[in-house]
Protein backbone atom coordinates (compact mmCIF):
# COMPACT_ATOMS: atom_id res chain seq x y z
CA UNK A 1 0.00 0.00 0.00
CA UNK A 2 2.73 2.34 0.99
CA UNK A 3 4.76 1.41 -1.98
CA UNK A 4 1.44 2.31 -4.32
CA UNK A 5 0.79 6.10 -2.47
CA UNK A 6 4.59 6.40 -3.46
CA UNK A 7 3.87 5.73 -7.30
CA UNK A 8 1.72 8.39 -6.95
CA UNK A 9 3.41 10.91 -5.66
CA UNK A 10 6.31 10.32 -7.95
CA UNK A 11 3.56 10.29 -11.39
CA UNK A 12 2.08 13.47 -9.80
CA UNK A 13 5.43 15.46 -9.50
CA UNK A 14 6.98 14.43 -12.56
CA UNK A 15 3.47 15.52 -14.57
CA UNK A 16 4.14 18.83 -12.14
CA UNK A 17 8.00 19.11 -13.75
CA UNK A 18 6.47 18.36 -16.88
CA UNK A 19 3.92 21.27 -16.68
CA UNK A 20 6.55 23.77 -15.26
CA UNK A 21 9.09 22.78 -18.13
CA UNK A 22 7.02 23.43 -20.88
CA UNK A 23 5.69 27.13 -19.25
CA UNK A 24 8.97 27.94 -19.00
CA UNK A 25 9.88 26.87 -22.65
CA UNK A 26 7.03 29.17 -23.52
CA UNK A 27 8.18 31.63 -21.65
CA UNK A 28 11.37 31.49 -23.07
CA UNK A 29 10.54 31.95 -26.39
CA UNK A 30 7.74 34.88 -25.50
CA UNK A 31 10.63 36.48 -24.06
CA UNK A 32 13.51 35.85 -26.98
CA UNK A 33 10.81 36.88 -29.61
CA UNK A 34 9.70 40.20 -27.18
CA UNK A 35 13.38 40.83 -26.84
CA UNK A 36 13.38 40.55 -30.94
CA UNK A 37 10.82 42.52 -32.00
CA UNK A 38 12.42 45.33 -29.75
CA UNK A 39 15.63 45.45 -31.02
CA UNK A 40 14.52 45.40 -34.44
CA UNK A 41 12.25 48.17 -33.40
CA UNK A 42 15.31 50.10 -31.69
CA UNK A 43 17.09 49.56 -35.31
CA UNK A 44 14.01 51.05 -37.30
CA UNK A 45 13.69 53.91 -34.98
CA UNK A 46 17.41 54.46 -35.40
CA UNK A 47 17.42 54.09 -39.37
CA UNK A 48 14.60 56.77 -39.21
CA UNK A 49 16.69 59.36 -37.17
CA UNK A 50 19.88 58.73 -39.55
CA UNK A 51 17.45 59.78 -42.41
CA UNK A 52 15.95 62.22 -40.25
CA UNK A 53 19.41 63.60 -39.71
CA UNK A 54 20.22 63.36 -43.44
CA UNK A 55 17.36 65.17 -44.83
CA UNK A 56 18.47 68.06 -42.36
CA UNK A 57 22.09 68.65 -43.29
CA UNK A 58 20.68 67.66 -47.43
CA UNK A 59 18.16 71.20 -46.46
CA UNK A 60 21.05 73.55 -45.19
CA UNK A 61 23.45 72.64 -47.72
CA UNK A 62 20.43 73.36 -50.62
CA UNK A 63 19.85 76.77 -48.52
CA UNK A 64 23.76 77.54 -48.08
CA UNK A 65 24.32 76.56 -51.57
CA UNK A 66 21.75 77.94 -53.46
CA UNK A 67 21.76 81.58 -51.77
CA UNK A 68 25.63 81.55 -51.53
CA UNK A 69 24.98 82.39 -47.48
CA UNK A 70 28.49 82.03 -45.63
CA UNK A 71 26.39 82.69 -42.42
CA UNK A 72 28.27 81.25 -39.51
CA UNK A 73 25.72 79.94 -37.51
CA UNK A 74 23.78 77.73 -40.35
CA UNK A 75 27.57 76.18 -41.27
CA UNK A 76 27.85 75.79 -37.59
CA UNK A 77 24.69 73.80 -37.11
CA UNK A 78 25.29 71.41 -40.22
CA UNK A 79 28.85 71.01 -38.57
CA UNK A 80 26.86 69.30 -35.60
CA UNK A 81 24.14 67.68 -37.22
CA UNK A 82 26.71 65.76 -38.98
CA UNK A 83 29.03 65.14 -35.82
CA UNK A 84 25.60 63.45 -34.52
CA UNK A 85 24.71 61.63 -37.56
CA UNK A 86 28.67 59.48 -37.11
CA UNK A 87 27.41 59.67 -33.50
CA UNK A 88 23.97 57.49 -34.55
CA UNK A 89 25.45 55.67 -37.22
CA UNK A 90 28.60 54.40 -34.92
CA UNK A 91 25.92 54.01 -31.60
CA UNK A 92 24.38 50.26 -30.59
CA UNK A 93 20.65 51.07 -30.59
CA UNK A 94 19.10 51.10 -27.03
CA UNK A 95 15.95 52.38 -25.38
CA UNK A 96 17.91 55.34 -23.47
CA UNK A 97 20.27 56.10 -26.41
CA UNK A 98 17.41 56.33 -29.23
CA UNK A 99 14.69 58.84 -26.85
CA UNK A 100 17.89 60.85 -26.14
CA UNK A 101 18.39 61.19 -30.26
CA UNK A 102 14.80 61.54 -30.99
CA UNK A 103 15.08 64.72 -28.19
CA UNK A 104 18.51 65.92 -30.41
CA UNK A 105 16.15 65.68 -33.67
CA UNK A 106 13.29 67.52 -32.32
CA UNK A 107 15.40 70.64 -31.26
CA UNK A 108 17.65 70.71 -34.48
CA UNK A 109 14.64 70.74 -36.35
CA UNK A 110 13.63 73.82 -33.55
CA UNK A 111 16.70 75.51 -34.67
CA UNK A 112 16.16 75.05 -38.20
CA UNK A 113 13.04 76.79 -38.42
CA UNK A 114 14.40 79.63 -36.62
CA UNK A 115 17.79 79.68 -38.78
CA UNK A 116 15.97 79.46 -42.08
CA UNK A 117 13.48 82.01 -41.29
CA UNK A 118 16.54 84.31 -40.24
CA UNK A 119 18.42 83.00 -43.39
CA UNK A 120 14.62 83.91 -45.68
CA UNK A 121 15.39 87.50 -44.36
CA UNK A 122 18.91 87.89 -45.29
CA UNK A 123 18.22 86.37 -48.88
CA UNK A 124 15.57 89.07 -48.71
CA UNK A 125 17.90 91.52 -47.78
CA UNK A 126 20.51 90.49 -50.10
CA UNK A 127 17.94 90.52 -52.79
CA UNK A 128 17.06 94.10 -52.62
CA UNK A 129 20.72 94.89 -52.40
CA UNK A 130 21.42 93.26 -55.58
CA UNK A 131 18.63 94.74 -57.18
CA UNK A 132 19.54 98.46 -55.60
CA UNK A 133 22.93 97.33 -56.86
CA UNK A 134 21.88 96.25 -60.39
CA UNK A 135 19.81 99.42 -60.56
CA UNK A 136 22.50 101.50 -59.68
CA UNK A 137 24.78 100.21 -62.05
CA UNK A 138 22.31 100.45 -64.33
CA UNK A 139 21.86 104.69 -63.63
CA UNK A 140 25.68 104.85 -63.57
CA UNK A 141 26.10 102.86 -66.96
CA UNK A 142 23.47 105.44 -68.70
CA UNK A 143 25.10 108.75 -66.78
CA UNK A 144 28.40 107.27 -68.16
CA UNK A 145 27.04 107.49 -71.42
CA UNK A 146 25.53 110.90 -71.42
CA UNK A 147 28.73 112.11 -70.07
CA UNK A 148 30.70 110.49 -72.76
CA UNK A 149 28.09 111.58 -75.47
CA UNK A 150 28.66 114.91 -73.95
CA UNK A 151 32.35 114.66 -74.17
CA UNK A 152 32.16 113.30 -77.66
CA UNK A 153 29.92 115.89 -79.08
CA UNK A 154 32.39 118.39 -76.99
CA UNK A 155 35.73 117.10 -78.00
CA UNK A 156 33.88 117.55 -82.24
CA UNK A 157 32.73 120.78 -81.25
CA UNK A 158 36.38 121.45 -79.99
CA UNK A 159 37.76 120.52 -83.06
CA UNK A 160 35.46 122.20 -85.21
CA UNK A 161 35.95 125.11 -83.45
CA UNK A 162 39.66 124.57 -83.63
CA UNK A 163 39.73 123.72 -87.33
CA UNK A 164 37.13 126.73 -88.41
CA UNK A 165 39.58 129.22 -86.04
CA UNK A 166 42.63 128.76 -88.22
CA UNK A 167 42.71 131.85 -90.65
CA UNK A 168 43.57 130.82 -94.13
CA UNK A 169 45.82 132.93 -96.69
CA UNK A 170 44.57 133.80 -99.94
CA UNK A 171 46.01 134.72 -103.34
CA UNK A 172 49.14 133.39 -102.37
CA UNK A 173 51.89 134.63 -105.23
CA UNK A 174 55.72 133.83 -104.91
CA UNK A 175 58.27 135.86 -107.07
CA UNK A 176 61.39 136.73 -107.31
CA UNK A 177 62.56 140.33 -106.86
CA UNK A 178 65.60 142.70 -107.00
CA UNK A 179 66.34 145.39 -104.54
CA UNK A 180 67.61 148.53 -105.64
CA UNK A 181 70.19 150.83 -103.59
CA UNK A 182 66.84 153.05 -103.42
CA UNK A 183 64.97 150.13 -101.70
CA UNK A 184 62.65 150.06 -104.01
CA UNK A 185 61.25 146.46 -104.95
CA UNK A 186 61.38 145.42 -108.60
CA UNK A 187 60.13 141.80 -109.93
CA UNK A 188 61.90 139.98 -112.15
CA UNK A 189 61.38 136.43 -113.91
CA UNK A 190 65.28 135.89 -114.13
CA UNK A 191 66.91 133.38 -111.58
CA UNK A 192 70.35 135.40 -112.57
CA UNK A 193 68.96 138.43 -111.95
CA UNK A 194 66.85 138.26 -108.26
CA UNK A 195 67.79 138.82 -105.13
CA UNK A 196 65.47 137.62 -102.48
CA UNK A 197 62.15 135.74 -103.05
CA UNK A 198 58.95 137.52 -102.28
CA UNK A 199 55.64 135.46 -100.85
CA UNK A 200 52.54 137.84 -100.74
CA UNK A 201 48.98 136.76 -99.45
CA UNK A 202 45.93 137.99 -97.90
CA UNK A 203 44.75 136.44 -94.62
CA UNK A 204 40.72 135.54 -94.78
CA UNK A 205 38.64 137.07 -92.49
CA UNK A 206 37.61 134.78 -89.66
CA UNK A 207 34.98 135.68 -86.51
CA UNK A 208 35.71 132.86 -84.59
CA UNK A 209 39.57 133.37 -85.18
CA UNK A 210 41.95 134.46 -82.26
CA UNK A 211 43.08 137.83 -82.31
CA UNK A 212 45.86 139.58 -82.10
CA UNK A 213 50.11 138.56 -83.04
CA UNK A 214 50.07 135.44 -85.22
CA UNK A 215 53.71 134.10 -86.25
CA UNK A 216 53.55 133.21 -89.72
CA UNK A 217 56.40 131.28 -91.83
CA UNK A 218 57.09 130.80 -95.02
CA UNK A 219 58.94 128.38 -96.65
CA UNK A 220 60.83 128.84 -99.89
CA UNK A 221 62.10 125.45 -102.10
CA UNK A 222 63.89 125.65 -105.21
CA UNK A 223 64.15 123.26 -108.06
CA UNK A 224 66.91 121.06 -106.50
CA UNK A 225 64.89 120.59 -103.48
CA UNK A 226 66.87 122.86 -101.35
CA UNK A 227 65.22 125.50 -98.69
CA UNK A 228 66.12 128.98 -99.51
CA UNK A 229 66.35 131.98 -96.15
CA UNK A 230 67.10 131.17 -93.03
CA UNK A 231 66.62 127.71 -92.81
CA UNK A 232 65.51 127.42 -89.40
CA UNK A 233 63.40 124.90 -87.20
CA UNK A 234 60.51 125.26 -84.85
CA UNK A 235 59.07 122.75 -82.92
CA UNK A 236 55.30 122.11 -82.64
CA UNK A 237 53.69 119.24 -80.51
CA UNK A 238 56.18 116.65 -81.33
CA UNK A 239 55.77 118.05 -85.02
CA UNK A 240 59.05 119.98 -86.42
CA UNK A 241 58.58 123.05 -88.83
CA UNK A 242 62.06 124.05 -91.13
CA UNK A 243 61.21 127.74 -92.69
CA UNK A 244 62.85 130.19 -94.69
CA UNK A 245 61.03 133.29 -92.99
CA UNK A 246 59.20 134.71 -90.26
CA UNK A 247 56.93 137.42 -89.94
CA UNK A 248 54.57 137.90 -86.86
CA UNK A 249 51.09 140.26 -87.81
CA UNK A 250 48.42 141.32 -85.75
CA UNK A 251 45.31 140.11 -87.14
CA UNK A 252 42.14 141.42 -86.17
CA UNK A 253 40.04 139.35 -87.67
CA UNK A 254 39.81 141.05 -90.88
CA UNK A 255 41.15 140.63 -94.26
CA UNK A 256 44.93 141.51 -93.96
CA UNK A 257 47.41 141.67 -96.99
CA UNK A 258 50.80 140.34 -95.88
CA UNK A 259 54.41 140.02 -97.69
CA UNK A 260 57.32 138.61 -96.56
CA UNK A 261 61.01 138.68 -98.18
CA UNK A 262 62.95 135.19 -98.34
CA UNK A 263 66.90 135.86 -98.33
CA UNK A 264 69.05 133.60 -101.07
CA UNK A 265 72.12 133.09 -102.01
CA UNK A 266 73.00 133.15 -105.95
CA UNK A 267 73.47 129.51 -105.72
CA UNK A 268 70.18 128.54 -104.83
CA UNK A 269 68.43 131.41 -107.06
CA UNK A 270 68.66 128.85 -110.06
CA UNK A 271 66.31 128.13 -113.02
CA UNK A 272 63.00 125.92 -112.69
CA UNK A 273 60.49 125.72 -110.45
CA UNK A 274 60.19 126.36 -107.09
CA UNK A 275 57.42 125.99 -104.21
CA UNK A 276 55.88 128.27 -101.69
CA UNK A 277 54.32 127.60 -98.65
CA UNK A 278 52.73 129.44 -95.42
CA UNK A 279 51.97 127.93 -92.28
CA UNK A 280 49.87 129.62 -89.54
CA UNK A 281 51.59 128.16 -86.75
CA UNK A 282 52.00 124.34 -88.05
CA UNK A 283 48.86 124.68 -89.81
CA UNK A 284 49.50 124.86 -93.70
CA UNK A 285 46.81 127.31 -94.94
CA UNK A 286 48.57 128.19 -98.63
CA UNK A 287 50.56 126.67 -100.90
CA UNK A 288 51.59 127.64 -104.70
CA UNK A 289 54.36 127.59 -107.11
CA UNK A 290 56.46 129.60 -109.24
CA UNK A 291 58.80 129.27 -112.52
CA UNK A 292 61.43 131.26 -113.13
CA UNK A 293 64.18 131.39 -116.09
Not at 105 to 122: I, Y
Not at 151 to 167: D, L, P, Q, R
Not at 274 to 281: A, K, L, T
Amino acid sequence: MSSETNGTKFKILIGVLSVLLIALAVYTVSLYNDSKDKVTGLEQQKETIENELEELIANYDEVIQDNELKDKDLLAARDRIEVLLDSVKDAEANVLLIERYKAEVGRLKNERKMLFKRADSLIAVNKRISMERDSTTTALNETIKVVDSVSEENTTMAETIKKGSIVKATDLRGEAVIIRNSGKIVDTRRASRADKIRACFTLAPNAIAKSGDRDLYVQVINPKNNLLGVKETIGFDGSILNYSAKTTVFYENEELDVCVLVDATENNLIEGRYVVNVFDGKTQVATTTMELK
